[in-house]
T-cell receptor, first 114, second 112 residues
């Protein structure tokens, strides 16, 4: 069985400050890892994913996440946030093989202060 | 661009009513999903379908059923709505399993 923990339900930061949104998972099998973003009044969009290869993955809008197998983490980071990054962010995992489910974390609401 | 549309953004129904939530995708995806989203709980999978007329239970199927008669359309049915089914319902589709899902804008259902 898999589980996902997003330790922070809300993260307030000032514009242009760095941010880290934490995600830890537990699984007895290898997994794929995802970060989805939900802007206000919209559905979720895939932000980035780790399937295999380089443990550092990047999105087109400056976010990055690093897969750390030993710490079972997949934290999301951005060195300088913008007002437009205000959204809720969800971490998710699905098993590599026989993928018949996906587990989402409870979400982290990122609020940017000018 | 993949587009997933849901029939309503907001819906108000009475307890005991039969409720249909419709979802349509335009990218010929094999897989479609229904989730409910509740504050502090994230997204929970209700049902998914990997082919026409095929369906699989997710984590919380009780009180729900689904229908997939055509590849592009996946319907969620609440046979007898109850107040604890008040929630945001999100539909999604994907080309390959649970990888890279594309979500609709959601339907906020209130059952009174």
């Amino acid at each position: 069985a898999q589980s996902v923990t997003q330790l922070d339900s809300q993260v307030p930061v000032f514009e242009e400050a760095p941010v880290e949104l934490r995600c830890n998972y537990s699984s007895s099998v290898s997994v794929y890892l995802f970060w989805y973003v939900q802007y206000p009044n919209q559905g979720l969009q895939l932000l980035l994913k780790y399937l295999s290869g380089s443990t550092l993955v990047e999105s087109i809008n400056g976010f990055e996440a690093e897969f750390n197998k030993s710490q079972t983490s997949f934290h999301l980071r951005k060195p300088s946030v913008h007002i437009s990054d205000t959204a809720e962010y969800f971490c998710a995992v699905t098993p590599l093989r026989g993928a018949s489910k996906i587990i989402f974390g409870s979400g982290t609401r990122l609020s940017i202060r000018p | 661009d993949v587009k997933v549309t849901q029939s309503s953004r907001y819906l108000v129904k009475r307890t005991g009513e039969k409720v249909f939530l419709e979802c349509v995708q335009d990218m010929d995806h094999e897989n479609m999903f229904w989730y409910r989203q509740d504050p502090g709980l994230g997204l929970r999978l209700i049902y998914f379908s990997y082919d026409v007329k095929m369906k699989e239970k997710g984590d919380i199927p009780e009180g729900y059923s689904v229908s997939r008669e055509k590849k592009e359309r996946f319907s969620l049915i609440l046979e007898s709505a109850s107040t604890n089914q008040t929630s945001m319902y999100l539909c999604a589709s994907s080309f390959e399993g649970f990888n890279e899902q594309y979500f609709g804008p959601g339907t906020r259902l209130t059952v009174t």
